[in-house]
């Protein structure tokens, strides 16, 4: 069986984590804690790669299916019926190939830095050839340009160097073997597709190819990164993989009040230093209060306007106009709570609120029809 790691809350939604070919489950490290707050996380390692490598029956011919069938072994000697399936490269390969061989299992997929068919299968046969006479050591080089687009991550480079030469020359060989090009279309599971800008392996052609193939697929590019993208740009992979993954109750909350144009630009915007303060907002000012049966929606956002109106927050009262509106809020009530307002927190404050809500209720998606 494929050797693995369990991280996250046992009753959370599963989500499974799939390598790329020379990594191991380290790889996913840079996510995991954002992940593992809410999702069952398994970490798997492909045959003969890792801490504990598993190099039986190494020599043997594989394929991506046989690959995918270890995965299937493992989810179920977890106990899981349907999971989640992020993978990287290869691990994007037996996700894809899992989705169209069993739909049933797959409720969502990532495709990172991966392909419908990594190339001629000449490079993947030489490549193999060249690994089980000399090792993996004559990769290390060629491979760090590869993978990194800023400065390489040696734990990374010290596992392709520590796998067995002939475990990963079979999954050279299962990867000359592969093509998804023709049964794109059978992948039916929402799909999110990765792709590194500066990525040589797989670059964002590749990620075009199956995001239009694929019928419920949304692809995201990411600048400043090659191979492992989630590396070389944790935040912004993380990012996408949360907003890709089923919604927390704070996350669908804050979607339904604020629109998902607003926060697909703030999800856009979230780096490794702000990514915690969106996950607290998400999950106490939306997952906490917002979603409390006390006050309906309307009242929370008179509420919500009169505090800002107060501390004079006017970025965020914007923002909460537009949330005004999409709460069932008129502009005559808006009115009244900012006239309410002039008297409770002065009219300095009100007057500039007014200033705001007029040129957000101006905008040509608020207007009232003709």
């Given at each position: 069986?494929?050797?693995?790691?369990?991280?996250?809350?046992?009753?959370?939604?599963?989500?499974?984590?799939?390598?790329?070919?020379?990594?191991?489950?380290?790889l996913?490290?840079?996510?995991?804690?954002?992940?593992?707050?809410?999702?069952?996380?398994?970490?798997?390692?492909?045959p003969?790669?890792?801490?504990?490598?598993?190099?039986?029956?190494?020599?043997?011919?594989?394929?991506?299916?046989?690959?995918?069938?270890?995965?299937?072994?493992?989810?179920?000697?977890?106990?899981?019926?349907?999971?989640?399936?992020?993978?990287?490269?290869?691990?994007?390969?037996?996700?894809?190939?899992?989705?169209?061989?069993?739909?049933?299992?797959?409720?969502?997929?990532?495709?990172?830095c991966?392909?419908?068919?990594?190339?001629?299968?000449?490079?993947?046969?030489?490549?193999?050839?060249?690994?089980?006479?000399?090792?993996?050591?004559?990769?290390l080089?060629?491979?760090?340009?590869?993978?990194?687009?800023?400065?390489?991550?040696?734990?990374?480079?010290?596992?392709?160097?520590s796998?067995?030469?002939?475990?990963?020359?079979?999954?050279?060989?299962?990867?000359?073997?592969?093509?998804?090009?023709?049964?794109?279309?059978?992948?039916?599971?929402?799909t999110?597709?990765?792709?590194?800008?500066?990525?040589?392996?797989?670059?964002?052609?590749?990620?075009?190819?199956?995001?239009?193939?694929?019928?419920?697929?949304?692809?995201?590019?990411?600048?400043?990164?090659?191979?492992?993208?989630?590396?070389?740009?944790?935040?912004?992979?993380?990012?996408?993989?949360l907003?890709?993954?089923?919604?927390?109750?704070?996350?669908?909350?804050?979607?339904?009040v604020?629109?998902?144009?607003?926060?697909?630009?703030?999800?856009?915007?979230?780096?490794?230093?702000?990514?915690?303060?969106?996950?607290?907002?998400?999950?106490?000012?939306?997952?906490?209060?917002?979603?409390?049966?006390?006050?309906?929606?309307?009242?929370?956002?008179?509420?919500?306007?009169?505090?800002?109106?107060?501390?004079?927050?006017?970025?965020e009262?914007?923002?909460?106009?537009?949330?005004?509106?999409?709460?069932?809020?008129?502009?005559?009530?808006?009115g009244?709570?900012?006239?309410?307002?002039?008297?409770?927190?002065?009219?300095?404050?009100?007057?500039?609120?007014?200033?705001?809500?007029?040129?957000?209720?101006?905008?040509?998606?608020?207007?009232?029809?003709?």
């Amino acid at each position: 069986m494929l050797h693995h790691r369990l991280d996250g809350p046992a009753h959370g939604e599963p989500l499974v984590l799939g390598p790329s070919l020379g990594t191991s489950t380290r790889l996913w490290e840079p996510q995991l804690a954002a992940l593992a707050r809410t999702f069952r996380v398994i970490r798997y390692d492909l045959p003969g790669h890792g801490d504990r490598p598993d190099a039986a029956g190494a020599g043997h011919p594989v394929t991506v299916d046989d690959l995918a069938a270890q995965v299937l072994e493992l989810a179920d000697h977890l106990g899981l019926d349907g999971f989640h399936y992020a993978g990287v490269s290869i691990g994007g390969a037996i996700g894809a190939t899992l989705a169209v061989g069993h739909p049933g299992r797959i409720r969502s997929l990532a495709l990172i830095c991966s392909s419908a068919r990594f190339g001629e299968p000449s490079m993947w046969r030489e490549r193999a050839e060249l690994v089980r006479s000399e090792g993996t050591g004559p990769l290390l080089a060629g491979t760090a340009r590869r993978w990194f687009s800023g400065p390489p991550h040696q734990p990374l480079l010290d596992d392709l160097k520590s796998a067995d030469p002939a475990a990963y020359a079979a999954c050279c060989d299962a990867l000359a073997t592969y093509d998804l090009r023709g049964r794109l279309a059978e992948i039916t599971a929402p799909t999110l597709v990765v792709a590194g800008r500066d990525d040589p392996a797989t670059p964002p052609a590749h990620a075009r190819e199956l995001a239009d193939g694929i019928g419920d697929a949304t692809l995201v590019e990411i600048p400043g990164a090659a191979h492992l993208a989630g590396v070389d740009q944790p935040g912004r992979v993380t990012a996408a993989l949360l907003a890709h993954l089923p919604s927390t109750p704070g996350m669908r909350v804050r979607r339904e009040v604020l629109g998902d144009a607003h926060v697909d630009r703030a999800i856009a915007r979230t780096t490794g230093f702000t990514r915690d303060f969106q996950d607290l907002i998400t999950r106490y000012a939306w997952g906490e209060i917002w979603t409390r049966p006390g006050l309906d929606r309307r009242t929370r956002s008179c509420v919500t306007l009169t505090a800002l109106v107060a501390r004079g927050h006017l970025d965020e009262l914007a923002m909460h106009v537009r949330a005004a509106l999409r709460n069932g809020l008129t502009p005559d009530e808006i009115g009244e709570v900012l006239l309410q307002s002039a008297i409770y927190c002065g009219v300095p404050a009100a007057n500039a609120a007014f200033a705001v809500a007029q040129r957000v209720l101006s905008e040509p998606e608020n207007e009232p029809p003709v």
